[in-house]
């Protein structure tokens, strides 16, 4: 559980975070979400002291982040940085175990914990261990940095804005990794963004930030069909607000059990906004639905998709 | 291409070492080259040992330098030392504008004769391409490396020690590179102030006019330097082995 306790960061006459509180819980995948400027990552690096509130405190499992020495409390915390960050001199494998290198583990088990991270990011172990940094696409670059941030095993990761300049297929990707991990492993994860499809795709909550304040916190659902105020109305996307709620649902949970329809069919496993777009790309009011193995299993309407 | 420059360094150390061998036993040469002179080969001190002088010359004054540019370098990047950046630039701007002739000159009056002047002089010319480069070596490693090396918990010893001092490492050689050239040529001038150099027979040439004492000096001291030279060209490609 991470707490932060009233905690501000001023900087001259501003403040970058102004008096926010928030509790983590364990296991959670919570998203920090606000436009630029809003605080989000100054607060994700107060968390592990990356930079020093000017006020307030933050407790992770109870104890104040204060009573470690920083470069202490920073190798138990994940860190996956926009700029990924990769040591330029070293190889794949060193990069990775860079934080088990700095624990004192031995030699044996940094190997096999790196070769066990490759395959968990789908790098092939025997081509990437020995590869270095330039030789990699951006893509492979930020799964090494992933890889780096969870090689000591963290309770914690923090992630800013970790795919933000990466190509959308393989944003798309490392998301899909992300959330595969996070549902494996049971890692608490503080992820910032200002992207508000990823922290639908992603958050089992989102804060939403303006001017380094909270502005509304929730699970995604509520913060689309309750927004607290215009800005975060305006934020989610006034026009879309409808289609994101789509985005949330699977096709499964309206699906009509037993019926048919022609057309190409669409998995019961998409979110109903994949369906929606796929129902206006084949011109058609009714989509025939297969299940994982691709048996035919029901149909959906487009009135299923207006009925709330 | 590394194959190509080894190479290089191969046969240029394998003619240096030909030469000095066979400069003993060169009097007919000389002779033959030069009828004019009574004695046309350098024969006060062996050549073998002068080459161990200059070496040694060049050697303890360039590691003194490397000690303090680096050092220094290393400093004015700290916080600690970035008040002082600015004037360690200016000096050394400065003082790559003075000839390594007169920074020999200005030590004589400071210590007296011998080998001492000469050290202190190569030393402190040496410093400026070692900390200028080390300025600039550690300046160009990459921000987002750095705020990294934070993030993962390296300590700022660590994070000098394992990630920006390697970074830099080829561009900081570079630097100790041209220091060590160009001590080698101005150790040879370092024989004007007592020292025992392979400038010894060159300056002892250009007194008596003769012309072959010159000239065996300035070839050992040409290909010393053109030796060190692909040595450390060898040296910095092996440090950059990750670019």
Redesign the interface.
């Known amino acids: 559980m991470i707490e932060l306790d009233h905690v501000s960061k001023q900087y001259g006459a501003g403040r970058a975070v102004d008096d926010l509180s928030l509790t983590i819980g364990r296991g959670e995948l919570f998203v920090l979400i606000g436009p630029s400027g809003s605080g989000k990552s100054t607060a994700l690096k107060i968390i592990n002291r990356l930079i020093e509130p000017s006020a307030g405190a933050i407790r992770i499992e109870g104890e104040d982040v204060r009573q470690l020495a920083p470069e202490m409390l920073r190798r138990r915390i994940g860190y996956v940085f926009q700029s990924i960050g990769l040591f330029p001199h070293w190889t794949v494998e060193r990069n990775i175990t860079t934080v088990p290198e700095l624990l004192g583990w031995p030699k044996a088990k940094m190997l096999d914990r790196a070769s066990e991270l490759l395959t968990l990011l789908k790098l092939d172990p025997a081509s990437f261990r020995d590869k270095y940094p330039h030789e990699l696409s951006g893509g492979e670059q930020q799964r090494v940095g992933v890889a780096r941030a969870l090689a000591a095993r963290p309770d914690i990761l923090l992630m800013d804005e970790p795919f933000g300049a990466l190509d959308p297929l393989t944003r798309a990707a490392l998301q899909e990794e992300i959330a595969r991990i996070h549902a494996e492993s049971g890692t608490t994860i503080v992820f910032v963004t200002h992207d508000m499809d990823e922290a639908l795709k992603l958050a089992s909550r989102i804060a939403i930030l303006a001017h380094g304040k909270l502005v509304q916190i929730g699970a995604p659902t509520e913060l689309l069909s309750a927004p607290a105020t215009e800005f975060v109305r305006n934020f989610i996307g006034r026009e879309d607000l409808g289609v994101r709620l789509l985005s949330l649902e699977p096709v499964a949970s309206r699906l009509r059990q037993g019926e048919t329809a022609p057309g190409e069919p669409i998995p019961a496993s998409a979110n109903l906004r994949q369906a929606l777009s796929e129902m206006i790309a084949q011109g058609t009011d009714r989509l025939s639905v297969i299940d994982d193995d691709g048996r035919r299993v029901g149909a959906l309407t487009l009135a299923d998709l207006a009925r709330s | 291409m590394t194959r190509r420059r080894g190479g290089a360094l191969l046969w240029s150390a394998a003619a240096f070492a030909l030469i000095l061998a066979l400069l003993p036993v060169s009097r007919p040469l000389f002779a033959a080259l030069f009828p004019w002179l009574d004695r046309p080969l350098y024969e006060q001190d062996p050549f073998v040992s002068l080459v161990a002088d200059h070496l040694m010359l060049v050697g303890v004054s360039s590691a003194a330098a490397t000690l303090l540019g680096v050092g220094a370098g290393v400093f004015v990047t700290r916080q600690a030392g970035a008040e002082f950046r600015g004037i360690v630039e200016t000096v050394v701007a400065m003082g790559q504008t003075f000839p390594p002739v007169a920074v020999l000159a200005l030590a004589v009056p400071a210590t007296g004769f011998g080998a001492a002047p000469a050290l202190i002089a190569l030393t402190l010319y040496g410093v400026l391409p070692i900390l200028q480069n080390t300025i600039a070596g550690l300046g160009a490693v ?4 750095r ?9 700022p010893r ?1 994070i000098l020690l394992r ?1 920006e001092l ?2 830099a490492a080829p561009v900081i050689v570079a630097g100790i590179r041209v220091s060590v050239i160009i001590n080698v040529g101005t150790a040879a001038i370092a024989s004007t102030v007592g020292a025992k150099t392979l400038g010894s027979p060159i300056i002892v040439g250009l007194n008596g006019s003769n012309v072959a004492y010159v000239l065996q000096g300035a070839v050992l001291v040409g290909m010393l330097a053109v030796v060190l030279d692909l040595a450390f060209g060898r040296l910095v490609l092996a440090l950059r082995h ?2």
Do not use: D, K, L, Y
Request: aromatic share 6%; net charge negative; hydrophobic share 45%.
């Open positions: 990459p921000g987002a490396v705020e990294a090396a934070r993030g993962v918990g390296m300590t660590e990630v390697p970074i990750w670019q």
